[in-house]
């Protein structure tokens, strides 16, 4: 399996633990931007808090429990945000996908072009036959990148996520290999 993919714009790789420093200092610039979607982000985030993050990717991986991508410039590998493939049912071959951006990098179609990317990594690598994007009512910008990578917005769920205090509704959108270009594989027994 490689261990990067690239659009010649952007790239992702799984993290590394010297990228404890660029995530840290992203999420900072982010926190009033992102904490309103991603409970994890907050306005007491630490560096230690990045550090276990990637100690924890670094696991999951290891256990295919998740895929966690950092996003980086494909030219200058300067850190873009983050993504990733994660809530994976092997039994019914799908999984989550997410991402972020960071607040001085967003706009650009950076996570539209990273989510992409591991759209296609979790269908070509991993076997999947679906993967759900799964954004609140409120967030239009996340569902603008469902919608840009050709995800199908297949309708609301009620009372989907919850963000610290706050409860919210979301739209559910998938994408399937076909959505990607992607043939169709027969199930692995």
């Not at 960071?102 to 950076?110: K, L």
């Not at 990317?117 to 409120?138: D, K, N, P, Q, Y």
């Not at 769920?157 to 205090?165: A, D, F, H, T």
Request: glycine content about 8%; aromatic content about 8%; charged content about 25%.
């Amino acid at each position: 399996m490689q261990k990067h993919w690239s659009d010649g714009r952007v790239l992702i790789r799984p993290y590394r633990r010297s990228d404890v420093d660029a995530l840290y200092e992203a999420v900072r610039e982010s926190v009033d931007e992102v904490k309103q979607w991603l409970s994890w982000c907050h306005s007491g985030y630490s560096r230690d808090e990045s550090e276990a993050w990637v100690a924890a990717c670094s696991q999951a991986w290891a256990n295919g429990e998740s895929y966690d991508f950092g996003i980086f410039d494909a030219r200058s590998t300067a850190y873009l945000g983050g993504c990733g493939l994660n809530h994976l049912n092997h039994l019914h071959q799908l999984a989550n996908l997410g991402y972020w951006v960071r607040t001085s990098c967003a706009g650009r179609g950076i996570a539209s072009a990273a989510a992409q990317l591991v759209a296609h990594f979790g269908f070509e690598e991993l076997g999947l036959t679906r993967i759900e994007i799964v954004a609140s009512v409120e967030n239009a910008p996340s569902q603008r990148v469902a919608e840009k990578v050709g995800a199908t917005r297949e309708g609301i769920q009620r009372n989907r996520l919850v963000n610290g205090e706050r409860i919210d509704d979301a739209v559910m959108y998938s994408l399937i290999p076909a959505d990607l270009g992607i043939a169709k594989r027969k199930r692995k027994t």
